[in-house]
């Protein structure tokens, strides 16, 4: 190559170094260059696809292997993910020769952000690590909150998804699962108790219809044999004399509804083929 190459090489290479050093802003004693900007973006990018990769390693390589359930291993990755984050950061900016003691000025303008408008962000943020932590819900449980019920798939630090028995996602904020009541189907274990109720008329004997539940209710696959399905007299009704079927559950814990309806088409099934009448409110009209 000839002198001149060289000098045309020599001058794109000083232009280019002139871009990526020009001073784009200072704070404090730190100088933000384009250089500096670029290196940050691509470490922080860096940071988050790792700590993401990793997260996937424990939950599908490592923990399987401990037979750890679900929602425990998806908790301790998250922390994990979490550590690996704020560690991370700590290193890129010091690395980067950025004094964090220079910015407080800016961490001071982002905590006046976060009081007017970043809250709600906030208080999701914490929400999802007191989640993690305290585990009052976890990956896998069958959960009501609000009106909503469903399985936990996800928690992740702004929300919780949930998929409904209809395999619709619904994103529920991390808040919603602290400040308000939260049924947990599944917390201790999955093992439930569905409660049928079954009216009958006054002329039927109670005895006999107590016997007639129990065994409608051992038939079925889904009930568990231990404890045992067990009958209550609940009332005499205006109209009726009431019971509740009591059937304990595991296969059915995600969908208790298919369950009690299986029971209730063998009930009415049954209870026809017997002649057991099952009544419906009547009101005598008298007319003078």
Avoid: C
Wanted: aromatic residues 10%.
């Amino acid at each position: 190559m000839n002198n001149h190459g060289l000098s045309a090489l020599d001058r794109l290479i000083g232009y280019i170094e002139s871009i990526i050093g020009f001073e784009l802003f200072k704070i404090g004693h730190n100088i933000f260059t384009a250089k500096t900007i670029i290196i940050l973006i691509f470490s922080f990018a860096l940071l988050f696809f790792l700590s993401e990769r990793i997260r996937k390693l424990l939950v599908n390589r490592v923990f399987p292997r401990y037979n750890l359930d679900i929602g425990i291993s998806q908790s301790i990755a998250a922390i994990v993910k979490y550590i690996l984050l704020i560690v991370g950061f700590v290193v890129i900016i010091q690395t980067s020769g950025i004094d964090l003691s220079a910015i407080g000025l800016l961490i001071g303008a982002l905590g006046v952000g976060i009081g007017f408008g970043l809250q709600n962000i906030t208080n999701n943020f914490i929400s999802g690590l007191i989640i993690l932590f305290e585990r009052p819900v976890k990956v896998g449980d069958r959960v009501e909150v609000d009106g909503l019920a469903g399985n936990i798939v996800k928690i992740s630090a702004r929300a919780t998804t949930i998929i409904t028995n209809d395999n619709i996602a619904v994103i529920v904020p991390n808040a919603d699962f602290i400040d308000k009541r939260v049924v947990n189907w599944s917390h201790n274990n999955r093992k439930v108790r569905l409660n049928i109720a079954v009216g009958v008329a006054y002329k039927e004997d109670p005895d006999n219809i107590s016997k007639i539940l129990i065994s409608i209710a051992k038939e079925h696959p889904g009930v568990l044999p231990t404890p045992l399905p067990y009958v209550r007299f609940d009332e005499f009704a205006d109209s009726s004399i009431n019971f509740t079927l009591q059937v304990w559950t595991i296969d059915y814990v995600d969908r208790p509804a298919i369950l009690k309806s299986d029971l209730y088409y063998k009930i009415f099934r049954v209870f026809r083929e017997k002649g057991i009448e099952i009544p419906f409110p009547q009101i005598d009209v008298y007319l003078k």
